[in-house]
Antibody
């Protein structure tokens, strides 16, 4: 069974940093692209970033480009999101999501999410 | 890229069919067959219901179907059941390695 478990969320001041982690199990982690998708309280979903299976390709939404950095450690079956220069509008539940098969652009498996709150 | 446009709400009685629309542009929905739909219950993670416009992942009931015409995609739920009451989000590849979502539709089973 595919399992994705996020951690690292919490309260951070504007301008601060936070690192999210996602522990994967139940599949060959090194074979799949991974994503971060977020959802602001009471709002819709927003794709944040994608990383290829071997980290050779990395993509970001314009809203986080230059501030967020996605990475992975295939030996540890883990995905990360380093978030710097955080703003109030980054407040959201952040989901780790695995692609369904081989196409990057839809997400077949999701974690339970971790809440990031950016506030003074 | 702007978000895709969905109606904020939709409703139907048990057993009926409901269709939720998702309108984009020729740069997203109209340009690619990478439309997907997600179901989300309050406080829970989204679940993929439809991918590549009309394909269903294993385990998704065939009451759920997807289609696309031009720049508009649609999700149809046939034989509505109480458990179908949830939020539904459409999504599309938008080129330049970018994915966009709709604002979501709250489906109410009357």
């Amino acid at each position: 069974e595919v399992q994705l478990v996020e951690s690292g969320g919490g309260l951070v001041q504007p301008g601060g940093s936070l690192r999210l982690s996602c522990a994967a199990s139940g599949f060959t982690f090194s074979s799949y692209s991974m994503n971060w998708v977020r959802q602001a309280p009471g709002k819709g979903l927003e794709w944040v970033s994608n990383i290829g299976s071997s980290s050779r390709t990395i993509y970001y939404a314009d809203s986080v480009k230059g501030r967020f950095s996605i990475s992975r450690d295939n030996a540890k079956n883990s995905l990360y999101l380093q978030m710097n220069s955080l703003r109030a509008e980054d407040t959201a539940v952040y989901y780790c999501a695995r692609i369904l098969g081989s196409t990057n652009w839809y997400f077949g498996y999701w974690g339970q999410g971790t809440l990031v709150t950016v506030s003074a | 890229q702007s978000a895709l446009t969905q109606p904020p709400s939709a409703s139907g009685s048990p057993g009926q069919s409901v269709t939720i629309s998702c309108t984009g542009t020729s740069s997203d929905i109209g340009g690619y067959n990478y439309v997907s739909w997600y179901q989300q219950y309050p406080g829970k993670a989204p679940k993929l219901m439809i991918f590549e416009v009309s394909k269903r992942p294993s385990g998704v009931p065939d009451r759920f179907s997807g289609s696309k015409s031009g720049n508009t995609a649609s999700l149809t739920v046939s034989g509505l059941q109480a458990e179908d009451e949830a939020d539904y989000y459409c999504s599309s590849y938008a080129g330049s390695n970018n994915v966009i979502f709709g604002g979501g539709t709250k489906l109410t089973v009357l």
